[in-house]
């Protein structure tokens, strides 16, 4: 092990997950392992709901693709995790092996479909804006080759994003133990681990905040001050609370990732703290996800009645393979 001093290019690192509380460790696989069924199912239904409508709006397209995220975003850290906790003994050091590469890798693909959801979440404010402030032209502005393609950019943009910081993390150099007080490969773990101690070296952190958080949060605030604006002007009280109630589901979730993301990552180095950090990742990981596609189930009329169609396909075919 090398002293604090002096920096390593390491062959790998040591996740220490909970190890410190071995007690508590088949009670959280458990409670993770049933929140983690859940969560892949509540996405997958969704997955299956937007796939069964014919003619699918814009709004459902959207949804689609955020539950596609999400499945994969919950796979990239909570089935490994799972493992880890799973296992009997404890590797060298207290905690379980990850290559350097495999660290990179997951570290990258947690932030590009983190990102790719910040620049969704955008396109679904766009559309919310088209739909209540421009219902004439919407059906012709907002169809489904524009909604293609906005997908396609909020992944690549995601992606591009990710790459860059993720080249820019793993070329710092890394100090004394290579535990990671963490779960996974999370940007806050790495750069604690890390022992340059300039501000220079939290930039690509900064200008990924500013280009996945910042500028997607100026256009949703954007588009909800002109529906805003556009909600004052209606004289019906009925169709001013209509036309707000197909938003305010878009509303929560953009919250709850914002919140999370802009809590757990816009904040000096100096303020990291590996453990509260850790427990927060939790929430994070685990339960946001599960809490979006209840979000949408109960708030969103249309893919509501899709659920019910696809539940109801599910009972007849499991009835009639009873009584074959």
Not at 59 to 71: D, H, K, P, R, T
Not at 254 to 272: D, E, I, N, Q, W
Not at 294 to 309: C, F, M, Q, V
């Amino acid at each position: 092990m090398d002293s604090p001093g002096n920096a390593t290019a390491p062959c790998g690192f040591l996740l220490q997950g909970f190890s410190e509380f071995p007690r508590l460790r088949p009670a959280l696989f458990l409670l993770l392992l049933t929140v983690h069924l859940a969560t892949l199912s509540g996405n997958l239904l969704i997955l299956a709901a937007v796939a069964s409508v014919p003619s699918r709006p814009p709004m459902l397209l959207f949804l689609g693709q955020l539950s596609a995220i999400e499945l994969c975003y919950t796979l990239v850290v909570v089935p490994r995790f799972l493992a880890d906790l799973a296992a009997p003994g404890l590797g060298r050091g207290k905690g379980r092996p990850i290559s350097f590469l495999g660290c990179a890798v997951q570290m990258q693909m947690f932030v590009a479909l983190g990102g790719a959801e910040c620049f969704l979440l955008a396109a679904m404010a766009y559309d919310r804006y088209m739909a209540i402030c421009h219902p004439l032209h919407y059906m012709a502005m907002v169809t489904p080759g524009l909604c293609a393609r906005l997908g396609l950019a909020c992944c690549l943009g995601g992606l591009a994003v990710s790459v860059g910081l993720t080249v820019s993390v793993f070329h710092l150099p890394f100090c004394g133990p290579r535990l990671l007080v963490h779960f996974f490969c999370d940007i806050t773990a790495l750069l604690h681990l890390a022992c340059t101690r300039s501000y220079a070296d939290e930039l690509p952190l900064l200008g990924t905040c500013l280009v996945l958080l910042l500028l997607p949060s100026v256009l949703i605030l954007a588009s909800y001050g002109a529906i805003a604006a556009a909600l004052r002007r209606l004289r019906s009280p009925g169709g001013r609370r209509k036309a707000a109630s197909t938003c305010t589901s878009h509303l929560a979730v953009t919250f709850l990732h914002y919140g999370c993301a802009t809590f757990m990552y816009v904040r000096p180095k100096a303020s990291y703290s590996p453990q509260r950090d850790r427990t927060l990742a939790l929430v994070y990981t685990n339960v946001t996800p599960l809490l979006y596609p209840l979000i949408y189930s109960l708030r969103n009329r249309e893919i509501t009645d899709a659920i019910r169609r696809v539940l109801g396909r599910w009972r007849l075919g499991r009835a009639l393979g009873q009584g074959v």
